[in-house]
Nanobody, 124 residues
Framework: QVQLVESGGGLVQAGGSLRLSCTAS????????AGWFRQAPGKEREFVAS????????YYGDSVKGRFTISRDNAKNTVYLQMNSLKMEDTAVYYC?????????????????WGQGTQVIVSS
């Protein structure tokens, strides 16, 4: 069983940056694809980014391409989401996700394991 804990959310001004972290328990995390989703109030959950177990393959949602970067450190059981040039429309609860699926698949089908979420608020 994999348990995920996110951190790093907060309040930031538009144009600023934040880095989210997701730390996993379990020795098998390095074999899991990991990713980030987000959900804004009144909106459906949205795919943000995914990364393959070894880090070689990454995918991004269209709305964050060129601004967000996903990475992982398997020695630390941690996945990161570096968010730059933040916009007010990036305001959402961000969820870490992991599963035994490909990083490509995660664009349309989330993995089994979810974190509790971390709030990101981008102000004007």
């Amino acid at each position: 069983q994999v348990q995920l804990v996110e951190s790093g959310g907060g309040l930031v001004q538009a144009g600023g940056s934040l880095r989210l972290s997701c730390t996993a328990s379990g020795r098998t995390f390095s074999t899991y694809t990991a990713g980030w989703f987000r959900q804004a109030p009144g909106k459906e959950r949205e795919f943000v980014a995914s990364i393959s177990w070894g880090g070689a393959n990454t995918y991004y949602g269209d709305s964050v391409k060129g601004r967000f970067t996903i990475s992982r450190d398997n020695a630390k059981n941690t996945v990161y989401l570096q968010m730059n040039s933040l916009k007010m429309e990036d305001t959402a609860v961000y969820y870490c996700n992991a599963g035994l699926i490909t990083s490509a698949t995660m664009r349309t089908l989330a993995g089994t394991h979810w974190g509790q979420g971390t709030q990101v608020i981008v102000s004007s």
